[in-house]
């Protein structure tokens, strides 16, 4: 099944907490701390796969999430990282992390980090210092990225067949390479785009079949709208078009149609090589056709063949060639690499709202700090409050009215105020 669009949530690993801990060696005096640090969450990363032709594998998958780190131990030992999870995608996979474009992946084994994990959390031996030789703090580990990723294939194609339905785009994929594409004389038998490689003269090159357009296909009529996003990567555009026409239009007046809903579905698609292809000239009486349609484009290159017979086809394939050879304007709607720059804005350490009597504090900072803090210890306990107040956390919640016995809420932990005089 061909499956062009995926959503997954992904979670990267979360980092293994650090370790509390003490020498204990006989006839060791003076032994202090020896609490390891956790390993680091595994993170996650997208891989174009060129064995891949379909999102399918993905789209029955509500969430990935990688290995988390393991704790840290005695004896100052880390505890080991967590696993990387590698997700591999097929090429032309352009990647949205939360509603931003992160990534296109053109090219085999490029890999892109989508998901960072988080670091582990220190162990005690980490927080020794010549005035607190023994101290009883560690961190738990830090939290994965988290992020929706929208996933949205696009065939990379050298030639992209284009045209009505029955226009005969299928039976010409079939002849000029090895794709067996499902074949039939009703409208829309082509249901999803089908690949080719084609091998003339010692060149190789691919095609795909596009489905059929209909007037309005840039609105979504049809099937256009769907698919005519897999042409945007083509170098050449063939216009396949019925020399007798389609349900009953005049082949220029088909011409027409299609050429305007490639330009109001982007600009740039005019821009790009395209052949005429004139197909079904096999059929009796089809050279008055033709002369008509000539009359109209005669400064156009027209290439009338007979798909089904194999007419003509070298003719086709010599002109495809000479335009592969051509050089091309750059695309910039497909220029993914050129990103705009981005903007680091400060983000404070906290944002405080009240909402129904609570006070929920944000901030990355601020969120972090609760997540590593293991509240079991009262040395963790007390540095956690300490650190909130010197960044001027308590401060601000009394200067907005806070009082005793108030519920504070930050990430998914709710403390309750206690004023300290």
């Known amino acids: 099944m061909f499956i062009d669009k995926a959503t997954i949530l992904i979670t990267a690993g979360r980092g293994g907490g650090g370790c509390i ?11 202090g701390p020896n609490g390891g640090n956790g390993g680091k969450g595994g993170d996650i990363y997208f891989e174009g796969d060129p064995h891949k032709t379909t999102l399918l594998d993905l789209s029955h998958i509500i969430e990935l999430k990688a290995e988390d780190g393991q704790k840290g131990s005695s004896n100052n ?50 927080f020794k210092t010549k ?70 003269k010692g060149r190789q090159f691919t095609a795909a079949d596009i489905p059929g357009i209909i007037e309005g296909a840039h609105l979504g009529k049809g099937l256009g709208l769907e698919f005519l996003r897999h042409i945007t990567r083509t170098k050449i555009l063939i216009i396949l078009i019925d020399v007798c026409g389609f349900d009953g239009k005049d082949p220029y007046k088909t011409y027409q149609i299609i ?15 395209f052949i005429i292809v004139l197909n079904k000239i096999d059929l009796p009486s089809s050279q008055k056709y033709i002369d008509k349609f000539k009359k109209k484009l005669a400064r ?49 350490d906290f944002k405080i709202k009240r909402r129904d009597g609570v006070y929920i504090v944000s901030g990355k900072k601020t969120e972090t700090l609760t997540e590593m803090t293991k509240f079991g210890e009262a040395d963790s306990l007390r540095r956690y409050q300490n650190i909130l107040k010197k960044i001027g956390l308590e ?22 105020y206690q004023k300290n005089y």
């Open 300 to 348: 156009k290159k027209i290439i009338p063949i007979s798909a089904v017979s194999g007419q003509n086809l070298e003719s086709l394939l010599n002109e495809i060639l000479k335009l592969l050879d051509k050089p091309s304007e750059v695309n910039p709607e497909e220029n993914f690499e050129i990103q705009p720059v981005r903007k680091y804005i400060y983000e404070p």
């Open 21 to 31: 801990s003490f020498r204990r060696e006989k006839y060791v005096p003076f032994g």
């Open 131 to 200: 005035y607190k030789t023994a101290p009883r703090i560690a961190e738990n580990g830090e939290p994965g990225e988290k992020a929706k990723i929208d996933l949205e294939l696009r065939l990379i194609a050298d030639i992209g067949f284009v045209g009505f339905p029955n226009a005969g785009k299928s039976t010409l994929l079939s002849k000029i390479s090895a794709a067996r594409p499902k074949i039939a004389d009703f409208p829309f038998t082509t249901l999803i785009p089908n690949l080719g490689v084609v091998n003339f």
């Open 395 to 416: 401060a601000e919640l009394e200067k907005q009215g806070i009082k005793t016995g108030d519920t504070v809420r930050i990430s998914d932990f709710e403390f309750v």
């Open 259 to 273: 050429n305007s809903e490639l330009k109001k579905y982007s600009k740039y698609l005019a821009k790009k090589h």
């Open 77 to 126: 030992k880390y505890g080991k990282f967590g696993a990387d999870l590698t997700v591999k995608v097929p090429l032309g996979s352009l990647i949205f992390k939360d509603g931003q474009l992160f990534a296109d992946i053109k090219e085999k084994g490029q890999r892109v980090l989508a998901a960072k994990g988080g670091r582990g959390g220190r162990g005690n031996s980490a």
